[in-house]
């Protein structure tokens, strides 16, 4: 199985803060990297597809880069509703295998 | 709109099976997979298996062998996750989930239901 390893597991950060997740895969799966945001009680929702493609209605201020083994994932200006835990999930095999999350917190 | 409505929550005993259905709506629904994916509380979700609505192929983690079946009911749009010889540590919250792609697939989960808790104890 692919192992895919997320980084800090939380983070506090202030309104308007850049904030920053990283994403390591225990092998290469080129660009077949995607990124969740998941609020408490709710499903995960889809914010950007194949490492940097961003899924309709999403804002512009998340930005997902990498790939090979490394992958980052940020939000370029921190909202209040971006509270929320965000994973990675590999989509390059089978079984489908996610990160550990990284929940995000206002400061 | 696309939707996914899942059926209830289910408490079960351990050693017990449990259905959860999965009806979608508002999309063609034999052009796309849907995938299971469970959530223990506080975890990481972990996938356990998906099936093509257009042919009925499915894929099953190898994480929970013979344990979990997915089939379909394509003339109610409804797909359903069966697990059985259930046990404390399968409770957990179990999504259905949309494939982002139509009629080829991309394991990126586009949709996905509201979710179903199941609870398992004594």
């Known amino acids: 199985d692919i192992q895919v390893t997320q980084a800090p597991s939380s983070l506090s950060a202030s309104v308007g803060d850049r904030v920053t997740v990283t994403c390591q895969a225990s092998q290469d799966i080129s660009n077949y990297l995607n990124w969740y945001q998941q609020k408490p009680g709710k499903p995960p929702k889809l914010l950007i597809y194949?490492?940097?493609t961003l899924e309709a209605g999403v804002p512009s201020r998340f930005i997902g880069s990498g790939s090979g083994t490394d992958f980052t994932f940020t939000i370029t200006s921190l909202q209040p509703e971006d509270v929320a835990t965000y994973f990675c999930?590999?989509?390059?095999?089978?079984?489908?295998?996610f990160g550990g999350g990284t929940k995000v917190e206002i400061k | 709109q696309v939707q996914l409505v899942q059926s209830g929550a289910e408490l079960k005993k351990p050693g017990a099976s449990v259905r959860i259905s999965c009806k979608a709506s508002g999309y063609t629904f034999a052009s796309h997979l849907i995938h299971w994916v469970r959530q223990a509380p506080g975890q990481r979700p972990e996938w356990l298996g998906w099936i093509d609505a257009g042919d009925g192929e499915t894929k099953y983690s190898q994480n929970m062998p013979g344990r979990v079946t997915i089939d379909l009911d394509s003339g109610a749009s409804t797909v359903y996750l069966d697990l059985s010889s259930l046990r404390s540590e399968d409770t957990a919250m179990f999504f259905c989930?949309?494939?982002?792609?139509?009629?080829?697939?991309?394991?990126?989960?586009?949709?996905w239901g509201q979710g179903t808790l199941v609870a398992v104890s004594s």
């Open positions: 194949t490492a940097s």
């Open positions: 989930a949309r494939d982002r792609a139509s009629k080829w697939k991309s394991f990126s989960l586009d949709y």
């Open positions: 999930q590999q989509c390059d095999d089978l079984p489908l295998t």
